[in-house]
């Protein structure tokens, strides 16, 4: 059984920079596009970023140019690099695996929570 766990979220002032990262158990993983999602009070859940198994990379607009997402095989981990967070990307951000076109898979992390203070 697959399972995803985030970690990385804390608090971090406008402008600052903040890693995530994703740690998956079982198998599969190279064969698996991985994404980072994120879902603020009262908002639905949406795309961060995704990356495909051979490494091609979707985000979405409002990250485009500050997010990064990344992935290492050998280790089973998804990694989001955030640079010049503002207050807008506060949310909690879940891992996922298994999705395409930036559409979510089945499997989710629990989630980590990311506060931008301005």
């Known amino acids: 059984q697959v399972q995803l766990v985030e970690s990385g979220g804390g608090l971090v002032q406008a402008g600052g920079s903040l890693r995530l990262s994703c740690v998956a158990s079982g198998s599969f993983f190279s064969t698996n596009a991985m994404g980072w999602y994120r879902q603020a009070p009262g908002k639905q859940r949406e795309l961060v970023a995704q990356?495909?198994?051979?490494?091609?990379?979707k985000y979405a607009d409002s990250v485009k140019g500050r997010f990064t997402i990344s992935r290492d095989n050998a280790k089973k981990t998804t990694t989001l690099q955030m640079n010049s967070v503002q207050p807008e990307d506060t949310a909690v951000y879940y891992c996922?695996?298994?999705?395409?076109?930036?559409?979510?898979?089945?499997?989710w992390g629990q989630g980590t929570q990311v506060t931008v203070s301005s």
């Open positions: 990356i495909s198994t051979g490494g091609n990379t």
């Open positions: 996922n695996q298994g999705g395409t076109s930036g559409y979510p898979g089945r499997i």
